[in-house]
């Protein structure tokens, strides 16, 4: 796995930091610090991806206030707030306009502090001149990390040189690093391995220099990531090590990712590799023996992870190790890691589901507050009831005001009984909302277990059908085309594909990109999941095929590739929730749509024994696939 130094950890804790901060925010009445503490509610949100529609709402009371001082440097920071809150929210092009607002806000500020020359000690004071340019420089960063989330990968390379040419002018290690580490992921992201690779070899010798060892840790980390995404194995174990060997106590946490990772590169030289060498100071001789150190580091790696609570990486090695004791023929230890494997994400799911039973549980209580309001109003009917009764038996002289008396309570009861009544319709609108939302995410089974129990069960499915689509050449279309025009093209197509899955009963997974992912047998137990997926690839292709006809080349070529396999399906994720499905069916899958030509759809051995008789196949042969070898392959008519 690829990770960065500068990772903000999790989110424990955060909730509680954003409401001492709400305090604050209610006693302070000067409004500059207000503008700082809204900001860091905002801030908080954002660095820890949670609560992106409670960080929008601090962000933007940040904003009014900062033009209502007319503070230019709080309205960058505002419009900065306001984007990474909206990047949270998976509107990554919104995210886009609110940077650039924040990038000319500094600009402009840099501008007048060097050239209009209003104020001669903020010129001779250096920090604050630094301070300055990282707005400018942060801001590039910011810019440069939404292009790569949107895959505008050349505007991602651009912004990130702007951002590591001004760390460079600022002559500070920590700044180049973090840099150099955003241009090596925006080229690893373009498929530009060898460059990613200098700039993280760039950050690991300055980290060395410096005595930075996390930053050490993490470049060496990488750049074995990029070696092993390569295919490049040796080259992958000796950065690999060379991490692991820098691991000081101060950074103990991270061994047990480069355990796992050491773990996962022998479990891939021994799937992939035909032959071994026989003298090899890191690669032994034998499939057996690199099976035998992979199932060793993968558990030392699970033991660590386990020890910092890290839930998430347990879970990786132990699916892993699952693997390679397949591997070796230990279908026994298989189980029982596979069995690890689906305990540990169950609990991941626990922990996940913690926050929305909490919501739910808040839903409950405000019924109840209702309740007792409305219960709250009878007794005050029953009390005018009374003093109707009373003001009978007043004398003739008091009549007028007992009068007005009672008929400004009943205003009030009818003001109140009003409000209770919009109060009750609001309630019941928001809990549809979110029941809707929850069915928009999850399955309809997924969302039942969680309403009816609280939490859900990671699910084995004995055999499923797993169908990927992508399209041929969008690299090249997003490069001549502007964001509005790609995301236009996806959306035209995604939203037939949609249409077609739910006509089939096929649950859509996810989009990564220009790629459609989705499984048909996880709704339906019936048994016909293959040529139910063949089925929706035949009109997916179609579709495509007369999108072609009618717009030529300003339409996109598809390609579809379906396996059908065993598979995990459950939901993952802090506070988005995602409903994914995992296992070695998953990778063969995505290998045969990679191996597919545009117009096609390419199914797998196992696929073709189960359609075979429905559908005429064409034998492709048996072709290589990437980390599985050879694998027959057929073309559906």
Known sequence: MLYSSSLSGQSVGSESKIDSLRIALKRENNDTQKIGINIDIANICHENSILPDTGLKYATQALELSEKIYWTRGIGFAYSCIAGNYCDLGNPQKALDYYKKALNTFLKISFENKVANWDERLLNNKQVLLQRQNDVANSYEDLATTYNILSVFDSGIFYSRLALNYYRDADSPALIAIGESSL????????????????????????????????????????????????????????????????????????????????????????????????DDLIPDSKSKCLKLSINNLKDGVKGAIKINDLRGAIEFSGYIADACKQSGNYREAFVYFTEYAE?????????????????????????????????????????????????????????????????????????????????????????????????????SVANELKASGTTQA????????????????????????????????????????????????????????????????????????????????????????????????????????????????????????????????????????????????????????????????????????????????YIN
Request: proline fraction near 2%; glycine fraction near 6%.
């Open 344 to 444: 540990l994400l169950d609990s991941l799911n626990k922990k996940i589901y913690a926050t929305t039973l909490e919501n739910v549980q808040e839903i409950h209580k405000r019924e109840i507050e209702i309740k007792n309001k409305n219960l709250a109003v009878k007794e005050d009917e029953i009390a005018i009831n009374k003093l109707e009764l009373e003001s009978k038996r007043k004398k003739e002289y008091l009549l007028a005001t007992s009068t007005l008396f009672l008929l400004i309570i009943i205003a009030l009861v009818y003001r109140n009984n009003r409000f209770q009544h919009r109060l009750n319709g609001m309630l019941r609108e928001e809990k549809q909302k979110s029941e809707n939302l929850l069915l928009n995410i999850l399955p309809e």
């Open 184 to 279: 090596a992921y925006a080229f690893l992201m373009k498929g530009m391995a060898d460059s990613s690779i200098y700039y993280f070899k760039e950050i690991a010798e300055m980290a060395h220099k410096t005595g930075t060892k996390k930053e050490e840790i993490a470049a060496y980390n990488n750049i074995g990531e990029t070696y092993k995404q390569m295919g490049k194995y040796r080259e992958s174990l000796i950065y690999y090590f060379k991490a692991y060997k820098t691991v000081d106590s101060e950074n103990i946490s991270y061994a047990h990712i480069m355990l796992g990772n050491i773990g996962e590169t022998y479990l891939q030289i021994a799937k992939t590799s035909k032959s071994f060498p026989k003298k």
């Open 459 to 634: 699910r084995f499915f004995p055999e499923v059908s797993i169908m990927f689509t992508d399209f041929k050449g969008f690299t090249q279309f997003s490069e001549v085309r502007s964001p509005k025009e790609i995301i236009d093209e996806l959306n035209d197509c995604f939203n037939v594909f949609d249409e077609i899955v739910l006509k089939y009963n096929i649950e859509k997974i996810k989009t990564i990109g220009d790629s459609y992912m989705a499984v048909a047998g996880l709704n339906d137990q019936s048994g016909n999941h293959a040529i139910q997926a063949v089925m929706a690839a035949k009109e997916m292709n179609l579709f495509a095929a007369e999108r072609r006809k009618s717009k030529g080349n300003n339409a996109l070529e598809i390609r579809i590739g379906i396996h059908s396999g065993p598979v995990i399906a459950g939901v993952v994720g802090k506070m988005k929730f995602a409903y994914d499905v995992w296992g070695d069916s998953v990778n063969v899958a995505a290998r045969i749509e990679q191996s597919c030509e545009p117009g096609m759809i390419n199914i797998s051995e196992a696929t073709y024994q189960l359609v075979n008789e429905k559908f005429t196949c064409f034998y492709r042969g048996e072709i290589e696939a990437k980390n599985k070898g050879l694998l027959k392959m057929y």
